[in-house]
Each structure stands twice: as C-alpha cells, then as structure tokens.
C-alpha cells in the first residue's frame, strides 16, 4: 500500500524535475518548516481546525516520504527497527502510565 503511494509521489516529483531540490539537507529544512506549519494550527489555544492539521501533517508526511528516497531507506524497515528499539528504551514496567524520557525512567 505505501509502496504505490511513494510511487505516486517520486511520479509528481519527477515530471516537475523536481528531484534536483530535494538534496537530504532541503528535505530535513522542509520537513522542518512543515512541522512548523502543523503547529501553528495550534498557535494561541488548543482548538484547531482538523482540514488544516490533515493538509500540514500531509505535507510533513510526503516530505519524510521523499526523505526516505533521498537516504535510500525503506519505511518499513526503520520504523519497525527503531519500534524495537523504543520497545528496550520504554519498557511497560517501567514507562506505563509516566511521560518521561528514557533516561529519566
Ligand atoms: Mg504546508
């Protein structure tokens, strides 16, 4: 499923030429300046408007999808390794119920 999704990105991306731009450094800023955006729909108070959060977290979203063309890695693979690893750093016996960063556990 993600696979034809990323397909469809690389094609957007491709037939604008626009792969030239999208160096690791310009994806990590723009990745970064998205992030921004999806938290301004929550500047000033904790009310948001939710097509405003999907349209920002798309865009932070296709941004890490071109990151991960531009590194050569593969989603599945870094998300269910770094999972394992946040499954050793927040053990249930110790981080159930406590927002606390691992080294604070
Ligand atoms: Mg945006």
């Known amino acids: 499923m993600i696979e034809g999704l990323i397909e469809e990105i690389k094609k957007f991306r491709d037939v ?26 929550f500047q000033w108070n904790s009310d948001y408007k939710k097509d405003e ?7 932070v979203l296709i941004y890490c999808l071109f990151m ?12 269910s390794e770094k999972m394992k690893l946040n499954g ?14 691992s080294n604070k556990l």
């Open 68 to 79: 991960l063309d531009a590194v050569d890695l593969d989603f599945y693979d870094i998300v």
């Open 16 to 41: 604008r030429d626009w792969k030239q731009f999208h160096t690791p450094e310009n994806l990590a800023k723009s990745i970064n300046i998205e992030a921004g955006e999806l938290l301004e729909c």
């Open 88 to 101: 050793e750093k927040y053990s249930v016996e110790k981080a159930k119920g406590n927002s606390k960063k």
């Open 53 to 59: 959060v999907k349209q920002e977290l798309a865009d």
